[in-house]
């Protein structure tokens, strides 16, 4: 609107017509719509290298320079695709790298999302070959792309930027081994692929590689297609927009149930076994449940989800199925209907758990027992053992008892099965995560919670990387010991659950865009954004600690910048004729770096100015012509203190 009152300003005489033009115009721009492409010309002459790009328009663009097709690893060796020997048979390309590998390229016709082509790896030794890191455009320090590297880890992939250091990043628990690349054709178009692994003959697949034996063969399907504006729109279009292509369509009929909703802003879980202590207390006879959700008030401003676990390790010891555990719980399920409408009076969720696994004990079929216990003690959802997906079935089976029952899988669910589910984790048998969470990136209703256990060591770094990616935290219990560190890493997450909470709706749109420019290497930005709201969270391992200017904004008149983390108003200060946000991000010690200890975070906010507040003699006086209260602390604000 500014712009049409700019015009009419200036004594323009709009037709009514030409504004609906104008506005279509503007919301293409506004959404860096781009052609997608319909071919890509290959230059066979050097090797498979990418010359130039038609979009379905018919419109054709030029590389500044070729560029391999892609890159991968034989025997931890790097080959590129422009070297390789290559001849065209009708529309397959045929090529061979070495003595070792010779495959084929073949693109498939008719496909419209973008470009599509079937990559085939053939052993042609004699001996076992490994192959791995397959990387459209190649993995080159000229431009942006995802691979596998470094040492061997559960969660060892990282995204590289130019002139900066790599970022350890978590795919879908199906895309490890892909690929990603993405090259600039012009100031405002550019190209970006993912390889992903489709299948493997005589041959054995791993997380990151392939290990070949002769004759053998592995298939990568390398998919292509055009963004505009930043290098973060082509991830977008690849994982958010695309799923990496692990679906054709999304059925979002689950997300659009409002009361599946709740789970979207829930960001602190807790799992207990029965016969902790804090639940129940066998020696007194007495049930503790009641002020354990008192003692999470305190740090946490009370836990969302509470989590009941009464069956795994002790399930097959007996002819007793996991439901019969429930029931023989002190004073059976009566009690604990009780227990789970108390959690909920105090704004907390309850949640039973399924083994699907159950299948050697008193037989019964496992979505009516299942049914039967939501039924007798008014569950909220359920934590689904074992599994990274559920199931219709599964769903249909709570949904004829309540409405709102909510499945939490215990791994993250892959792209094809996130229509099927709305929550889930980030295992803890990825040990030390690494920054970036990808998954947060293809579906931004999806909850997530990390999974943190006392037992393994402080969770400071944890809980830091979950308030950075925006999702919450599922503290586990299950092991014993309570170290001597817990309450003040409980403080910590205490205070990141806040600021979740309180800024809910900015994590839960699709307009997240990770790593925004900084001035600092190791210190990580991520840009969040409402209708009016604009969000920083920052990551920072750099154990000097970061005092000054970190990332570009623009400043606008109306609005404010404060850091929510240190609770201080934060003015823009000039930088080679740029606008800087100034952070100060507490130092640590250098020796925890790579450790559970690393790191700090910081949290930066641009509000629209809706405070009037004025200092007259010893009173302040504060009007607001927006929003329902205004909360005012004794110093920092915390859970732990009295507004």
Known sequence: MCHFSHFLMKGFRIIPGIICLIIIVLVNITRGAAQTIRDIEIDQSKGLSVVAIILDNGNKQNTNIPVSLFSLEINNEKFFSGDAKVIKEGEVFRYQFASSI????????????????????????????????????????????????????????????????????????????????????????????????????????????????????????????????????????????????????????????????????????????????????????????????????????????????????????????????????????????????????????????????????????????????????????????????????????????????????????????MPGIVSGRVHDAIFMPPPLNMNKLIKPEFAIFRVCQLSQGRIHREVAISFFNGYGTELNTFAPGRPGWMEEDYRYLGRTTMILRQNSSVFLNDRWKPLIPTVTDSVWVNHWQNRNKTLYTIFSLVPEGVSGPLFKVVPEEGYHFVSLWNHE????????????????????????????????????VRLPDILEVSLRGDSLFVNSAEGKKILVWKGDPSYEKSL
């Open 102 to 417: 010779q495959g084929s390229l073949e693109p498939v016709p008719g496909f419209e999302q973008g470009w599509k082509a079937i990559l085939k790896i053939n052993n042609i030794s004699v001996d076992t070959i490994e192959i791995s890191n397959v990387v459209p455009f190649g993995a080159i320090e000229n431009h942006i792309y995802i691979t596998g590297t470094g040492p061997w880890n559960l969660a060892r992939t990282k995204i590289f930027r130019p002139g900066l250091g790599p970022v350890g990043v978590i795919l879908p628990d199906n895309a490890w081994e892909m690929g990603y690349g993405s090259i600039e054709l012009n100031d405002n178009l550019s190209a970006c692929a993912i390889a992903r692994r489709t299948s493997a003959d005589n041959a054995q697949k791993h997380r990151y590689k392939t290990i070949i034996s002769p004759r053998g063969s592995v298939e990568y399907t390398i998919y292509v297609d055009a963004f505009q504006g930043d290098w973060q729109n082509g991830m977008k279009l690849m994982f958010r927009d695309r799923y990496l292509y692990d679906l054709e369509s999304f059925d979002n009929s689950l997300y659009e149930r409002e009361d599946l909703k709740w789970i979207r802003d829930k960001y602190l879980i807790t799992l207990q076994f029965a016969w902790d202590h804090n639940y129940y207390d066998r020696f007194e006879g007495k049930y503790n449940f009641f002020g354990f959700l008192e003692d999470g008030k305190k740090y946490f401003g009370g836990y969302d989800v509470f989590g009941i676990w009464p069956t795994w390790p002790r399930l097959g010891v007996d002819e007793r199925n996991q439901w019969d555990m429930y029931e023989d719980l002190p004073l059976g399920l009566d009690k604990m209907k009780e227990l789970a409408r108390y959690a909920q009076n105090n704004s907390t969720k309850f949640f039973i758990e399924f083994n699907p696994w159950d299948k050697s004990t008193r037989e019964e079929d496992p979505y009516e027992g299942m049914a039967r216990l939501i039924r007798s003690t008014g569950a909220d959802g359920v934590v689904l053992d074992c599994q990274g997906s559920s199931s219709k079935k599964l769903q249909e089976a709570a949904d004829g008892v309540k409405e709102g029952v909510v499945m939490y899988s215990e791994g993250m669910a892959v792209p094809k099965d």
């Open 569 to 604: 108003a934060l003015d823009p200060v000039e930088t080679d004729g740029k606008w800087m946000i100034p952070v100060n991000i507490k130092a640590f010690n250098k020796g925890l770096l790579n450790s559970r200890s690393e790191g700090n975070v910081d949290c930066v």
